[in-house]
């Protein structure tokens, strides 16, 4: 595999390969020594078009970890503040010769148009397209879960919250699905992409209900940034909830709801959390909640993925010195 866009581009062997390979580089990474020199001379680049803590900082620890070197590009400060298109912008960083982009972009499909274009050769991972996909988290998500459950299959997953808006649910249905488990989507309808129906999942509007019955509980933030404004959506009898309270009432993750779980459940968030909204801040800082550890995790698990798109594949710098064939 050459690229990593969509967590559909991962069969269950190779998605299991990615998973056991960072299960063995979180356990280099315990030792004292944690850098390892696999990937010395080449270049990695985080092309940040869109706001993020988690995915930029882990991708640059993995990186490191691994001997590379990182390239931070964040489109705020950049000459795409003056217009700059994504061509140019690739154009400038196959100059730099990068081996690998790590891309985040407001607009769904970004990394695949970077990975088809023909405008570079690096390798191309989506680091969350718009409200499309970002399978390096569902690969952490379920990294998180094989550690604390001993496996996928028949696991019994509940995402919660905004589905509509969320590349992380779309990533995680496929790649869970991929690997046995049994996931439930749990939303007000107006949260609920169309099309919900043909995903590999099951769809519920009563948390109450799932909870029981759950292995996993997942819950999303609701990204009122990509919503209309309150007043437009009102005009448009499309208003996509009633209130932050009247929400938080229906579908947070109360201290009385995490006591419905199984006694050997997890609760788990992408991050960034809005405590109070669709988790309380007890929940959310608990012991059943490895919010923390996922965020571990996803050091290891970008580890294994620049390793194994990276490894084997000839370093851009020898493309160079060849004339670039
Ligand atoms: N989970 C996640 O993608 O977080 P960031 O937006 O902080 O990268």
Known sequence: MRHLLSASDLSRDEALLVLDTAERLRELADRPIKKLPTLRGRTVVNLFFEDSTRTRISFEAAAKRLSADVINFSARGSS??????????????EAMGADAVVVRHSASGAPHRLATSGW???????????????????LLD?????RHLGGLEGRRVTIVGDILHSRVARSNVLLLSTL???????APPTLLPVGVEQWSCAVSYDLDAVLPKSDVVMMLRVQRERMPADSEARARGTAYFPSAREY???????????AALPDHAIVMHPGPMNRGMEISADVADSPRSVVVEQVTNGVAVRMAVLYLLLAGARPASDEAERGGE
């Open 80 to 93: 795409v503040a003056k217009g700059e298109s994504l061509k140019d912008t690739a154009l400038t960083l």
């Open 142 to 146: 379920a990294f998180t879960i094989r």
């Open 120 to 138: 570079i050769r690096s390798s191309v991972i989506n680091a969350g397209d718009g409200t499309h996909e970002h399978p390096t988290q569902a």
């Open 248 to 258: 938080s009432r229906r579908y947070g993750l109360s201290g009385d709801r995490l």
């Open 180 to 186: 046995g488990a049994e996931v439930t989507l749990v």
